[in-house]
T-cell receptor, first 113, second 111 residues
């Protein structure tokens, strides 16, 4: 069974630009969560989507947004990029309610210059 | 709000030795996860512990959970170089699928 896929894998952007990252969960999984990993702050939760609805949101500014499509694929968008947004962005998929395994994708490495 | 603390943050071991990584959490967590991360890579799921007293083993790694003490441990037996990686524990924020991670333990196993 195919794992979680994320595109693109690497991205270089300039301050002030915006970026969209994509995550395709494991087939049948309806929950997608996004995490940001930086050396200073570690792994931090961004948001979680289940059946196209945002169920939970972390403590990130409104520049970070996301959505989920009817096929469970999810996108996250970061507008007006700042240097501090440079990070590894990971998505995790699970069945959602009643399940416990969360599987992580390979991540998107975003560098903001 | 759930907080997760791991210690030690850095661990240098010799091959063949045993050691334990500790994971304390501040409030009730429905379940406790352990992940491994190699440099530049994503998170690999190692264990999910669901209930008090749960113990799981895979190869040289064994994880346990004590919900009363709010403590999980990851025990490494007879370490080998291939176990060198960063290990994270994570709890679940109540009523959500939000994982709250510890800062990670960077394990280096020296020959």
């Amino acid at each position: 069974k195919a794992g979680v896929t994320q595109t693109p894998r690497y991205l270089i952007k300039t301050r002030g630009q915006q970026v969209t990252l994509s995550c395709s969960p494991i087939s049948g999984h309806r929950s997608v969560s996004w995490y940001q990993q930086t050396p200073g702050q570690g792994l931090q939760f961004l948001f979680e989507y289940f059946s196209e609805t945002q169920r939970n949101k972390g403590n990130f500014p409104g520049r970070f947004s996301g959505r989920q499509f009817s096929n469970s694929r999810s996108e996250m968008n970061v507008s007006t990029l700042e240097l501090g947004d440079s990070a590894l962005y990971l998505c995790a998929s699970s069945f959602g309610a009643g399940s416990w395994e969360q599987y992580f994708g390979p991540g998107t490495r975003l560098t903001v210059t | 709000e759930l907080k997760v603390e791991q210690n030690p943050l850095f661990l240098s071991m010799q091959e063949g030795k045993n050691y334990t990584i500790y994971c304390n959490y501040s409030t009730t967590s429905d379940r406790l996860y352990w992940y491994r991360q190699d440099p530049g890579k994503s998170l690999e799921s190692l264990f999910v512990l669901l209930s008090n007293g749960a113990v799981k083993q895979e190869g040289r790694l064994m994880a346990s959970l004590d919900t009363k003490a709010r403590l999980s441990t990851l025990h490494i037996t007879a370490a080998v170089h291939d176990l060198s990686a960063t290990y994270f524990c994570a709890g679940i924020q109540g009523g959500s699928e939000k994982l709250v991670f510890g800062k990670g333990t960077k394990l280096t196993v020296n020959p």
